[in-house]
């Protein structure tokens, strides 16, 4: 096989990635934004002030179904990024496993829903502070936590990579980072006082689609290094 048959294999192979990873990663945003769809049942949330998670507790009417959404969506996810490679964006590996822990932790809180209703039932939200709730509740704490974590530092990994550049995804950047700044607070305030949940919750998931799909885009736009033609020089179009 002569050089010029390997490089034109290879860049079929890695066309071929790239549109399984965008199929991947599309099918398992819109398994992530299950949420869009609830406004569609007015009854499912009994007050804007609750939090979409709750939805998710047993007992609640297509509560299994959106446990399996999320648990799809970290498990497609993961594989979307793993087929891109952690050296698919030059100076973003960290980025990558980041995105990676934030795919895990979403397929594990889809496995370990709440066990009340935190938000909107104060005796839940009492025995939760005080650690009187089994183990899968706090479980599904601790997911939530390095999902939100996760992704907000692949968030900031991508503002200070990509500052200074006029292009449009570090644009987008930028306004997510400083939203970032505007709505972590207004979360505190929604879990701590119950107020505006799924108005801020809807705000966090939209943000969190926007850094994935930002983070899919740069790392299979034509010239970016991908794993499966790592070390080898770009093609020229």
């Given at each position: 096989m002569t ?6 294999a ?8 790239r549109?399984?990873a965008w ?5 398992g945003?819109v398994?992530?934004?299950?949420w ?6 007015p ?8 939090l ?8 609640q009417?297509?509560?299994s ?14 594989a979307?990024?793993?087929?891109v ?20 932790a ?6 370990l829903?709440?066990?009340c209703?935190?938000?909107?039932n ?7 502070i ?7 509740q ?8 390095i ?42 305030v ?8 799924s108005?801020?919750?809807a ?26 033609v ?8």
């Amino acid at each position: 096989m002569t050089a010029s048959t390997e490089r034109m294999a290879a860049e079929a192979l890695s066309a071929t990635r790239r549109r399984t990873a965008w199929c991947l990663a599309i099918l398992g945003l819109v398994l992530y934004n299950w949420w869009v769809a609830v406004p569609l049942r007015p009854s499912l949330l009994v007050s804007p002030n609750e939090l979409f998670s709750n939805l998710e507790v047993n007992g609640q009417p297509y509560a299994s179904w959106m446990q399996h959404a999320d648990f799809a969506s970290g498990l497609l996810l993961f594989a979307a990024f793993i087929i891109v490679g952690w050296q698919s964006l030059d100076g973003g590996a960290l980025e990558w496993l980041l995105l990676l822990a934030f795919a895990f932790a979403g397929a594990a809180g889809g496995i370990l829903p709440e066990q009340c209703l935190d938000t909107i039932n104060r005796s839940c939200h009492l025995d939760e502070i005080e650690l009187r709730l089994g183990g899968a509740q706090y479980l599904h704490i601790v997911a939530g936590i390095i999902e939100f974590a996760s992704i907000t530092a692949v968030l900031y990994l991508s503002y200070r990579r990509t500052r200074g550049e006029p292009s449009r995804i570090a644009t987008l950047y930028r306004w997510l980072y400083f939203g970032a700044w505007v709505f972590y607070p207004l979360l505190a305030v929604a879990y701590l006082f119950v107020l505006g949940g799924s108005f801020v919750e809807a705000a966090f998931f939209t943000g969190f689609a926007l850094v994935i799909i930002a983070q899919l885009r740069e790392r299979t736009t034509h010239g970016s290094r991908h794993l499966w033609v790592a070390r080898k020089p770009p093609l020229n179009c």
